[in-house]
Structure formats: structure tokens, C-alpha cells
């Protein structure tokens, strides 16, 4: 197998599990039962990667698939060589991630303590040290970050044992086999977002994500501490998260923004998108923290002038000095262009 290949896998895994598209040309389908393969394939356009549950290995049109799903603490093994262990949320804290590990949220007590370690993390800037793993991969990523629906729409599709089509491994019925593609993405647009993950003993609270905007900020914090080494995150933290640099921090930063990163009375701004990083003094950092908070210039001028003690004319010219020397390196402070 080429690299190519196993990075489609791999690609497709992704978006099968997180529900995000974009990650592979096509939609992923996931097929419970072989006899249903045949059907599967005339929905599989160009780019599209068909995961198949027990498959035939010498069909070159799939990808096989062996385990379970399904069920906490099991795994799943995809074309023989990428294995996913699959995990709820509430017991990651308390488990070793070894490979690969799927952490889902399946009932009101997994989406309770997301919301929960979420807030703590806000407040103290404590992060569950499992989820910052690279070896973690947060399934309906695309809901949590806010994803439109209408994007969302046939990124996957999985087929049950029974010939049930679900807009996710654990989402709505969207048809049964033998619908038309067509038939299947206008069901799945008309969708409501919590039905892309309708898990049977779980009703997901979309207006708590509503109500906390900073949840795209927080799984991308999660993110960016997989850039960080791991002898290193004892004496690391995240500014915004725990602590601000000029006291009060109004104001979410976009997922996108860079981080500040704060280490040995260092300060260091971290892209995520590229992973570059510029160290920077405590001022610049702080003129940095104020222009992602606020994502406007005017706004984050008069906020640090008196954190820099420094007037308001100075303030203004610091923060288009920042602005424009980073935007000459290709780096958005505020977190909009990507």
C-alpha cells in the first residue's frame, strides 16, 4: 500500500469519527452487513471511501474493517493495520491511552463531564491530561465546534446490520437501503444538529453549546498542547485559560487564533494551523491576548494601554505594530482567515 493510500484511510477514519468534512475528497460509508456493499458502492461517489464491516479483503473497491464499534473498551481494526480503541468519555481520566483512542459521548453523564472538565479548564487551566494526547481523537467533533449542518450533511453515512442508513455511527435515520443519494442528503439537511449524533440514551444539549461559545476554543487549547512536549507541560500553561495577562479577559478568541504560551517566565505565540512559533516579550504577548480576545484593534489598544501603563496613543501603535509584523509572517492574531 502507498502512503497515499494509508493517508485516505486514515483521513477517512477521521471524518467518520468527528463528522467533520473536507477530510477526504468524498463521504465516508460505514457498512454493518457485507450484503450490503453492493448498495453501498452506488452511493460512493469519486473520493469516497466505503468502510466494511468483515468485508471481502480482495475487493479493491473497500476497505475492511474487523471488531467492534460499538462498545466501550473494544477496538476496531481498519484494513488490518489501523487499530482504534474506543472509549467513553467519562472513564478517559482513568484510562492509559496505549493507540489510537476514539473518545465518545453516548449519554447525559459523558456530555455532563465534557461540560465540566470544559469550565475547568476555563477557570484553572487544568486540562484532563489524556485528551491532550495525540493518540485522542474527540468523536462529533463537527457539532461541538459548530460545523453548519448543511455541511455536515453526508460527510458519513452509516448502514446498519438491519439496512438502516444513520447520518453518523450513532446518529439519526436518514433511510433504509435502497433510498437514492439525493433522497438521503435531503433528509440529512433537514436534520436537526443534534441528530448527528442522536445516540439512543442521550439527548445533547445544543442549547448548552450555544450558550458556552468558547467550546471551540477550548478543543482547539486541546490542540495546540499536543505541540507541547510532554516533559515540558508541568511548567507550561495556556494564557486565556486559567489566567490573563492584563486581569479580566473579555471577549472569545476564534478556534483559529494562535496561542500564547507561557513558560519559565517565557512567552511564546503558537499556530496550530502550521505549528509554527515566535517567541515574544510580555508585552507583545499581552497586546497578542488583547487583539484575539476582542478580534478589533481599537478595542484591544484601550484595554492594554493601561495594563502597559503606557497612553492610548502608544497603545494604538504597539497594536498595529504587532499586527502588521505578524500578518507579514503569515500569521492571523485574530483568527478569521483561515
Given at each position: 500500500?502507498?502512503?497515499?493510500?494509508?493517508?485516505?484511510?486514515?483521513?477517512?477514519?477521521?471524518?467518520?469519527?468527528?463528522?467533520?468534512?473536507?477530510?477526504?475528497?468524498?463521504?465516508?460509508?460505514?457498512?454493518?452487513?457485507?450484503?450490503?456493499?453492493?448498495?453501498?458502492?452506488?452511493?460512493?461517489?469519486?473520493?469516497?471511501?466505503?468502510?466494511?464491516?468483515?468485508?471481502?479483503?480482495?475487493?479493491?473497491?473497500?476497505?475492511?474493517?474487523?471488531?467492534s464499534?460499538?462498545?466501550?473498551?473494544?477496538?476496531?481494526?481498519?484494513?488490518?493495520?489501523?487499530?482504534?480503541?474506543?472509549?467513553d468519555?467519562?472513564?478517559?481520566?482513568?484510562?492509559?491511552?496505549?493507540?489510537?483512542?476514539?473518545?465518545?459521548?453516548?449519554?447525559?453523564?459523558?456530555?455532563?463531564?465534557?461540560?465540566?472538565?470544559?469550565?475547568?479548564?476555563?477557570?484553572?487551566?487544568?486540562?484532563?491530561?489524556q485528551?491532550?494526547?495525540?493518540?485522542?481523537?474527540?468523536?462529533?467533533?463537527?457539532?461541538?465546534?459548530?460545523?453548519?449542518?448543511?455541511?455536515?450533511?453526508?460527510?458519513?453515512?452509516?448502514i446498519?446490520?438491519?439496512?438502516?442508513?444513520?447520518?453518523?455511527?450513532?446518529?439519526?435515520?436518514?433511510?433504509?437501503?435502497?433510498?437514492?443519494?439525493?433522497?438521503?442528503?435531503?433528509n440529512?439537511?433537514?436534520?436537526?444538529?443534534?441528530?448527528?449524533?442522536?445516540?439512543?440514551?442521550?439527548?445533547?444539549?445544543?442549547?448548552?453549546?450555544?450558550a458556552?461559545?468558547?467550546?471551540?476554543?477550548?478543543?482547539?487549547?486541546?490542540?495546540?498542547?499536543?505541540?507541547?512536549?510532554?516533559?515540558?507541560?508541568?511548567?507550561?500553561?495556556l494564557?486565556?485559560?486559567g489566567?490573563?495577562?492584563?486581569?479580566?479577559?473579555?471577549?472569545?478568541?476564534?478556534?483559529?487564533?494562535?496561542?500564547?504560551?507561557?513558560?519559565?517566565?517565557?512567552?511564546?505565540?503558537?499556530?496550530?494551523?502550521?505549528?509554527?512559533?515566535?517567541?515574544?516579550?510580555?508585552?507583545?504577548?499581552?497586546?497578542?491576548?488583547?487583539?484575539?480576545?476582542?478580534?478589533?484593534?481599537?478595542?484591544?489598544?484601550?484595554?492594554?494601554?493601561?495594563?502597559?501603563?503606557?497612553?492610548?496613543?502608544?497603545?494604538?501603535?504597539?497594536?498595529?505594530?504587532?499586527?502588521?509584523?505578524?500578518?507579514?509572517l503569515g500569521?492571523?492574531?485574530?483568527?478569521?482567515?483561515?
Amino acid at each position: 500500500m502507498t502512503l497515499s493510500q494509508q493517508q485516505t484511510i486514515a483521513a477517512a477514519v477521521d471524518q467518520w469519527i468527528t463528522g467533520i468534512p473536507g477530510r477526504i475528497a468524498g463521504h465516508v460509508v460505514f457498512v454493518e452487513n457485507p450484503e450490503h456493499i453492493d448498495y453501498a458502492k452506488t452511493l460512493a461517489g469519486e473520493g469516497s471511501v466505503i468502510l466494511a464491516l468483515n468485508g471481502d479483503r480482495d475487493d479493491e473497491a473497500i476497505t475492511t474493517v474487523s471488531g467492534s464499534f460499538d462498545s466501550a473498551g473494544e477496538e476496531l481494526l481498519v484494513d488490518g493495520t489501523l487499530s482504534l480503541e474506543i472509549q467513553d468519555y467519562v472513564a478517559i481520566p482513568f484510562v492509559n491511552l496505549v493507540g489510537l483512542t476514539v473518545v465518545r459521548m453516548t449519554t447525559n453523564e459523558d456530555w455532563q463531564a465534557f461540560f465540566d472538565d470544559a469550565e475547568e479548564a476555563r477557570r484553572s487551566g487544568h486540562f484532563v491530561r489524556q485528551l491532550t494526547e495525540v493518540n485522542a481523537v474527540l468523536a462529533e467533533r463537527a457539532l461541538l465546534t459548530g460545523i453548519e449542518q448543511k455541511s455536515m450533511s453526508l460527510a458519513r453515512l452509516h448502514i446498519t446490520w438491519d439496512g438502516r442508513i444513520l447520518s453518523g455511527p450513532y446518529g439519526a435515520q436518514i433511510g433504509r437501503i435502497g433510498d437514492a443519494i439525493e433522497d438521503l442528503r435531503a433528509n440529512a439537511i433537514a436534520l436537526s444538529p443534534a441528530s448527528a449524533m442522536s445516540a439512543a440514551n442521550s439527548t445533547v444539549d445544543i442549547e448548552a453549546l450555544r450558550a458556552n461559545p468558547w467550546i471551540p476554543r477550548y478543543l482547539a487549547a486541546l490542540d495546540a498542547w499536543k505541540f507541547i512536549p510532554r516533559e515540558a507541560r508541568d511548567t507550561t500553561s495556556l494564557v486565556g485559560f486559567g489566567a490573563s495577562l492584563y486581569g479580566t479577559a473579555p471577549g472569545v478568541p476564534s478556534a483559529s487564533a494562535p496561542f500564547i504560551i507561557k513558560r519559565a517566565g517565557e512567552y511564546t505565540l503558537l499556530d496550530t494551523k502550521s505549528g509554527r512559533v515566535f517567541k515574544v516579550g510580555i508585552d507583545a504577548a499581552t497586546i497578542i491576548e488583547a487583539i484575539s480576545n476582542l478580534q478589533d484593534a481599537s478595542a484591544a489598544a484601550a484595554l492594554v494601554a493601561p495594563a502597559l501603563n503606557v497612553s492610548g496613543a502608544v497603545a494604538a501603535g504597539s497594536v498595529t505594530a504587532v499586527l502588521k509584523q505578524f500578518e507579514q509572517l503569515g500569521i492571523d492574531l485574530i483568527g478569521i482567515k483561515r
